[in-house]
């Protein structure tokens, strides 16, 4: 489908410490709504189950309010706990456990607890479990996604060799079902419990595998529920990590502090405060929080070079560029990655640092929002196994499937880009098709370096301050409808002014061509202007003469059908292909120019636009 143009916002206004207006958004499991329609009347919030993922996206909830310059002063999010803060603040405890080591760690002694207060019933429990000894095939782990009191719950219990569902109702136990289930020790396994109605189903899957049902029931009618909780037996050693409960009315927050210059100085969340640091050149060089560190280098002016870390699941690297400012070379723990690029900025394949091919891919169009179309493993792309890339409207990979069209990888983002939830093979790049680097917990795109988790770029724009005030704001607070595929502020596009005796057009071409620009990731070189009404190079009584027109050079790398696609969806109504130039407008009213044969044919109106095109992602 293709998709209308929503002009540009107004830039935004420098950020007011001591204020900040009631702007909110909600995203509802991928989808935007206005704040307060996130009831039932919301006809995309959908309440039944279809394995777990209809009933996922009616709870995935995101809310976030935003202050005069469109910096994100809070984020409400489904309640998780990846326990990197080294304890257990926010849950209510009984026995010993242990988070030092950045998760949940039974010790054995006693019979610990560790729960959460939930009054939603029809819930979805997600966690990762290790057991750590399997000699006993006693050792046992429960957890309950309904629990009232100890007469009155239901739990999954998992042992060794099988994983069973229980239900207590007035002190009676039931077996509800019980399934044979193999879990190796020292092996993480992710879990997932959908409760709906009588209706509980239990997957669990290794990493880099794929979700199985492994037990289900339908007769789980007790549907009351206080509180949600772990146990583990005495003597039993059991680790839990990245514990998400998705119900009505369980949430984080988050809050975000910035300066009058729109850098961010700090942010609370359930692990705690983290403080950023800035350098004079607007680029964020630091981030700390306890005991965890990050430092950021940088060269070429926005380019991120260096990353020291100690952040979990971070780690130290460096980066090389071209003279083209296409990152070459990625270096981590002394393993190099050399990428190498079309004649645009797409990857299309990956080296090893002896020059061996590791990753070829395939392409579906050379433009900067190229969807990817598979990505092939091995060193000869005629003998290696190829994955298939399915995407949404942003070019964002949602699942991978073999040559047999079995899904090996499925995907879920959070509004701002972040992976919400992950099944199977890990895709190479994330949101919008921006290469991911989890090193630095960053998406690479052309120019700077973009950060989900605070839903904003790391440095400033390059255009900066002609971008307005905030250049770090992502797609001015519209994440899920808008994409930045060079880094240039979103629907600012990238424009190269050659106008010789013309003057910049109105504000209306000016924005219009600043989202061909974004829509096919490449700059545009602008020729023609706006030109007086005698002596113009564009004759008299033209469309040039009032401002309302631009003449620009053929893109090099896009083909003429993108170029008056991504021109019609950006507003204009009009184009001429004249040889050495492209003209556009909104349509003539002084006079019809022509092509350089004298005839007059509206490229806009006969250019082959796919559907699908890529040229143009959700605007």
Request: glycine letters at 10%; one cysteine or more.
């Amino acid at each position: 489908m293709r998709h209308a143009f929503a002009p540009p916002h107004a830039l935004a206004a420098p950020a007011v410490e001591s204020s900040f207006s009631s702007n909110s958004k909600t995203f509802l499991g991928g989808f935007y709504v206005p704040r307060g329609v996130v009831g039932d009347q919301n006809p995309h919030r959908k309440t039944t189950l279809q394995k777990g993922l209809i009933r996922s996206l009616s709870l995935n909830i995101h809310d976030y309010t935003y202050d005069d310059g469109d910096n994100v002063l809070t984020k409400v999010e489904p309640f998780f706990d990846d326990f990197n803060d080294g304890n257990t603040t926010g849950w209510t405890v009984s026995g010993t456990w242990s988070a030092s080591n950045n998760m949940l760690e039974s010790t054995g002694t006693g019979a610990p607890f560790l729960s959460k207060s939930n009054t939603d019933a029809d819930n979805e429990v997600s966690l990762r479990y290790r057991i750590n000894n399997t000699s006993n095939s006693q050792t046992r782990a429960y957890i309950y996604p309904r629990f009232t009191d100890w007469n009155n719950h239901i739990w999954v219990r998992i042992f060794p060799g099988s994983i069973d569902i229980y239900k207590i109702v007035g002190g009676t136990p039931t077996q509800l079902a019980s399934a044979s289930t193999t879990s190796t020790q020292d092996t993480w396994y992710n879990l997932r419990i959908v409760s709906d109605g009588n209706n509980v189903d239990v997957y669990r899957w290794a990493d880099g595998a794929m979700p199985t049902n492994v037990v289900s029931t339908t007769g789980a009618n007790y549907t009351s529920t206080s509180e949600f909780k772990i146990n583990v037996q005495t003597g039993f050693l059991y680790d839990f990590d990245d514990i998400r409960v998705l119900a009505d009315g369980l949430s984080n927050t988050t809050t975000f502090a910035v300066n009058n210059a729109n850098e961010l100085t700090s942010m609370t969340d359930f692990n705690g405060t983290t403080s950023f640091g800035y350098d004079d050149w607007g680029r964020m060089t630091s981030k700390s929080r306890g005991s965890h560190s990050a430092a950021y280098g940088y060269r070429y002016g926005q380019m991120l070079h260096s990353v020291t870390s100690n952040w979990p699941g971070e780690d130290n690297a460096t980066y090389q560029f071209g003279s083209d400012e296409k990152r070459r070379a990625r270096t981590v723990g002394g393993n190099t990655t050399i990428y190498n690029w079309d004649s645009a900025w797409n990857i299309i394949s990956e080296e090893n640092a002896t020059g061996g091919l590791t990753s070829p891919y395939i392409l579906r169009r050379n433009t900067l929002s190229s969807h990817l179309l598979a990505n092939i493993s091995g060193s000869n792309p005629t003998s290696g196994v190829a994955a298939y890339s399915f995407h949404d409207t942003l070019s964002s990979p949602r699942s991978t499937r073999d040559a047999s069209k079995n899904s090996i990888g499925e995907y879920e983002y959070d509004p701002y880009g972040s992976m919400f939830s992950q099944s199977g093979t890990t895709p190479d790049f994330g949101l919008a098709r921006y290469s991911w680097d989890g090193t630095s917990a960053m998406y690479y795109t052309a120019f700077r370096n973009y950060i989900p988790t605070l839903g904003r770029w790391a440095s400033r724009d390059q255009l900066f301050p002609l971008t307005g005030p905030n250049s770090y704001v992502y797609v001015n607070g519209s994440p899920i409808n808008h994409t930045d595929v060079l880094g240039l502020f979103e629907n600012y596009g990238c424009l190269d002014w050659q106008l010789g005796n013309d003057t910049q057009p109105n504000q209306n071409v000016i924005a219009s061509l600043r989202c061909i620009s974004s829509h096919i990731g490449m700059c545009l070189t602008v020729s023609g202007g706006t030109s007086p009404e005698t002596g113009s190079q564009h004759g008299e009584n033209s469309e040039h003469n009032t401002g309302n027109a631009a003449d620009v050079h053929p893109p090099v790398g896009a083909t003429g059908d993108t170029f008056w696609c991504a021109a019609s969806d950006c507003g204009f109504t009009f184009g001429l292909d004249e040889d050495d130039h492209y003209h556009v407008d909104f349509g003539p009213d002084r006079g019809k120019p022509t092509n350089p044969d004298g005839t007059v044919t509206n490229q806009i109106q006969t250019a082959n636009c796919d559907p699908d095109c890529p040229a143009y992602p959700a605007n």
